[in-house]
């Protein structure tokens, strides 16, 4: 069974940093590309970082460019997603995702509540 | 960016009827290889979206085969035969042509 686990979860200020990680398991981490996608309380689904599975390729949205960084521990089977410089626009629901026919998986998601 | 516009914002279906949700995109998402990037997911109450079509018509493994997509280059709907209480929650498409991917604002269906 596929599964993807974030942790990181929790509440900080404007202007600090966080690290989110997703733990894969259930199929071969290391041959798929992963994703960050966010989703605001009560808004829509925002796509924020792609990482390609060997690492050569990282994409991001304009909106976390230059703040956010993606990476992966193909030897842990972990996804990391680096946040600084945090905003308040930045609270979100934080879900993982890999992707091959679409995003295919989907973890369960951490709460990042960015506030003084 | 290419934008993703869906309509309508809710849909209220009496189970066993169909509903049908519309998706344009602001730019052709037909590939030169002949695919289609469009994708369908729904995000039932409380929990994570879920895939429910790839490359526009294609079913997502698991998925019943009530649900259908469609579509041209810009204009595709997703169908829904036969609507069932497991169907109720928000259902988005999105695009995988081109960088940054992009969503759509979301339809909520409900039931009557």
């Known amino acids: 069974e596929v599964q993807l686990v974030e942790s990181g979860e929790g509440l900080v200020q404007p202007g600090s940093s966080m690290k989110l990680s997703c733990v894969a398991s259930?199929?071969?981490?290391?041959?798929?590309?992963m994703n960050w996608i966010r989703q605001a309380p009560k808004k829509g689904l925002e796509w924020i970082a792609l990482?390609?599975?060997?690492?050569?390729?990282?994409y991001y949205a304009d909106s976390v460019k230059g703040r956010f960084t993606i990476s992966r521990d193909n030897s842990k089977n972990t996804l990391y997603l680096e946040m600084n410089s945090l905003r308040s626009e930045d609270t979100a629901m934080y879900y993982c995702?890999?992707?091959?026919?679409?995003?295919?998986?989907w973890g369960q998601g951490v709460m990042v509540t960015v506030s003084s | 960016d290419i934008v993703m516009t869906q309509a309508p914002l809710s849909v209220s279906v009496t189970p066993g009827e169909s509903a049908s949700i519309s998706c344009r995109s602001s730019?052709?998402?037909?590939?030169?290889?002949?695919?289609?990037?469009v994708y369908w997911y729904l995000q039932k109450p409380g929990k994570s979206p879920q895939l429910l079509i790839y490359?526009?018509?294609n079913l997502a493994s698991g998925v019943p085969d009530r649900f259908s997509g469609s579509g041209s280059e810009t204009d595709f709907t997703l169908k829904i035969s036969r609507v069932e209480a497991e169907d109720v929650g928000i259902y988005y498409c999105?695009?995988?042509?081109?960088?940054?991917?992009?969503f759509g604002g979301g339809t909520k269906l409900e039931l009557k």
């Open positions: 259930g199929f071969t981490f290391s041959n798929y590309g």
């Open positions: 990482i390609y599975y060997d690492s050569s390729s990282k």
């Open positions: 995702a890999n992707v091959y026919y679409g995003f295919d998986y």
């Open positions: 999105g695009q995988l042509l081109e960088n940054p991917w992009t």
């Open positions: 490359r526009m018509s």
């Open positions: 730019k052709s998402l037909l590939h030169s290889n002949g695919i289609t990037y």
